[in-house]
């Protein structure tokens, strides 16, 4: 009878190998946790570097990108790279006092919302969105910015009469600028949350910082309370002015 000469693992070695396992998916956990932490915090900074943003061209040029007769005041601004003029109402896409942006709506079609990005790329103080993104086919990273959570961010106003608040609205999503099939979120329950918590007064439904302010229940929230555990998605809207 033939013996073979080589040896199995010894339960030592074979303890051995399963505690680097262990490890090795330990450490690619802890790393994906790393890269989500990351994300949202270069989301919230994105969020506040815009109204810095904008408030600075407004105190340049006195009227907010978007909103300003750009032509006359920012070199580039002309038909070849897609630029036209505000009205100077003093609203991105809207009328002061008037709520008429459903929640889930697309603003797309709104020349400022659109404009918005493109005078502050113009003015020399956006790099994320292109000068001559073209407002007919709207996309992430050209006539918008995209985020580090995926999807992007849109800027509108609206005045909700519902909620008893009106102001300037950056919202995130993942399919804004294209709602074939309804918008949709892009945050799970839990980013959401934190990003509230950590902008505002971590309230779903109510602050500066809420979500799908629409509905005060659905899979995302229920009243003003996040649904951390939940596998869903949320649209974030913040107000910045």
Known sequence: MKYSTESGFSLAEAAIVIIV????????????????????????????????????????YGYMPGDIQATTVLPGCNAANF?????????????????????????????????FWKHLALADMLSTVDVAGNPATPAWASTHPAAPVGGGYEFYYDSWTVIGFSGHILRLSMNGVDPTGGIRGVLTPAQAGEIDRKMDDGQAGDGKVFADYGSNDNDCKTGQVYDENAVATCMLYVVLF
Do not use: H, M, P, Y
């Open 21 to 60: 396992v262990g490890l090795l998916i330990g450490g690619v956990l802890q790393a994906g946790e790393v890269i989500k932490s990351s994300q949202i915090t270069r989301t919230i900074a994105d969020i506040r570097g815009v109204k810095i943003l904008a408030q600075q061209f407004e105190e340049k």
């Open 83 to 115: 630029c036209v003029n505000g009205n100077e109402n003093g609203s991105i896409g809207g009328t002061l006092g008037v709520d008429d942006v459903a929640w889930t709506s697309d603003v797309t079609g709104r020349a400022e919302t659109i404009q």
